[in-house]
């Protein structure tokens, strides 16, 4: 087992940052003996890992910081950094690692206010580790204040700090970063792939890992939930029902509702799960008082903490409705290859008799005006239009056809 296992289809980008990590290990042990480093060296101090939804970039972005921060004994033997058990590589992949800092987005961007610690950490040196690491999970989402951030820290980093920033395409981030960084590009994995790591590191039984790897496409986080939560399960089996029921349009505002409703409810779980715990946690660091009395002086950083809190449900409830969008879409492009007798593979096999039922009454055309419906409600969704709304006029076009 090393940090790279679990990166599903992703060959050629563990190759390569399985050797920038080796010459990564090089230069911190060169700088330790007071050596000169390397000459040549594959390590550089900011990546940009691009790929679609699923594919794993962020899993790869954290596998790399992993590696980069191993402190097995068996690499001075030869061994390869990464192991994946030495405490480094195992902090560093639970996320709880002091120099590895992550930035993800808990609202619509990421704030310039949420990057200033972070960019100040960037310049010092690592506490206990190898190296400084700043993982930035939503690289996409930087808004221009935040972005100017990034590029200063980018264009001077420390000598031991190392910028890993995941978005979906190169396209998503500033010019400037991105011309910075070395850029690698994931795949979406196999559903074979996907099923096998299911099998092979979560024990699904074999059956329920292709089902769920081919009802998600290759999408890994997907795949896993939906293969482990059976209440993920009953979320995608109301999903896949929902098309034969707008047959007028008090049933297209009811199901637009359901969606909506359905969303919140799993953003009010998560927020429950969270929430609370942080609450606490935060009181107890600033010192609370039995019974929950706070210091004077700190109200504010507790209203901060539920500000950053609100956005997160908001945030979680938009992601909660892109799921089930996604899986409306795979639905209808099943319809459309039943229509046009296609040899592509059907992602969803067990909703078989709907499939063939709306294929047989309507045309190619009507269908693609309906994914299109949904291509337009998710793109309404991220100009922050309110969700009832836009799933309304998403479920009334896809009765319309």
């Known amino acids: 087992m090393t940090v790279w296992d679990d990166l599903v289809g992703q060959e050629k980008v563990s190759a390569v940052l399985d050797a920038a990590a080796r010459d990564a290990d090089a230069l ?3 700088a330790a003996a007071d ?15 691009t790929g679609p939804p699923g594919a794993g970039r962020n899993q ?20 390869v950094p990464g192991c994946g058990f030495c405490d480094g590589c195992h902090t560093a992949l639970l996320g709880t690692h002091a120099d590895v800092t992550t930035v993800a987005a808990v609202g619509s961007e990421i704030l310039v206010k949420d990057m200033r610690d972070t960019v100040r950490k960037s310049f010092t040196s690592p506490a206990n580790g190898r190296w400084q690491i700043i993982l930035v999970e939503d690289a996409e989402r930087l808004n221009e204040k935040s972005a100017n951030a990034v590029l200063k820290a980018v264009e001077e980093p ?16 500033l010019p400037t970063i991105r011309s910075r960084c070395r850029h690698l590009t994931l795949r979406t994995p196999s559903v074979e792939a996907v099923a096998d790591m299911l099998v092979r590191r979560d024990g699904i039984e074999p059956e329920v890992a292709a089902s769920a ?32 029921r707008l047959d007028e349009v008090g049933a297209c505002l009811r199901a637009a509702q359901e969606l909506v409703d359905a969303a919140a409810e799993d953003a009010r779980q998560l927020a429950e799960e969270m929430d609370g715990k942080e609450t606490e946690e935060l009181k107890a660091a600033l010192g609370a008082a039995q019974g929950g009395r706070l210091p004077r002086g700190t109200a504010g950083v507790i209203k901060d903490l539920e500000d950053m809190q609100k956005r997160r449900r908001t945030r979680t409830q938009r992601d909660s409705l892109d799921v089930a969008l996604g899986d409306l879409t795979a639905f209808y492009r099943d319809v459309l290859a039943l229509q046009l007798g296609t040899r592509v593979a059907i992602a969803n096999a067990d909703a078989g008799e709907a499939l063939e039922r ?34 309304e006029a998403m479920t009334m076009a896809l009765r319309a056809g």
């Open 358 to 391: 709306l294929a047989r009454a309507g045309a190619p055309e009507s269908t693609l005006r309906r994914i299109e419906a949904i291509s337009a409600c998710r793109e309404a969704l991220d100009r922050n239009v309110a969700p009832l709304l836009a799933v």
């Open 60 to 79: 790869a972005a954290r596998a790399f910081a992993a590696a980069l921060q191993c402190v097995s004994p068996d690499r001075a033997l030869g061994g």
């Open 158 to 173: 420390a000598s031991r700090t190392v910028w890993l920033l995941c978005a979906p395409s190169v396209e998503d981030v």
């Open 35 to 49: 050596e000169p480093p390397p000459t040549a060296s594959k390590m550089t101090h900011a990546w940009l890992f």
């Open 213 to 244: 790897a081919r009802a998600t496409q290759g999408h890994v986080d997907r795949a896993r939930r939906l293969a482990t939560d059976p209440a993920a399960r009953e979320r995608r089996a109301a999903v896949l029902k929902l098309p034969l």
């Open 28 to 30: 911190v042990t060169a």
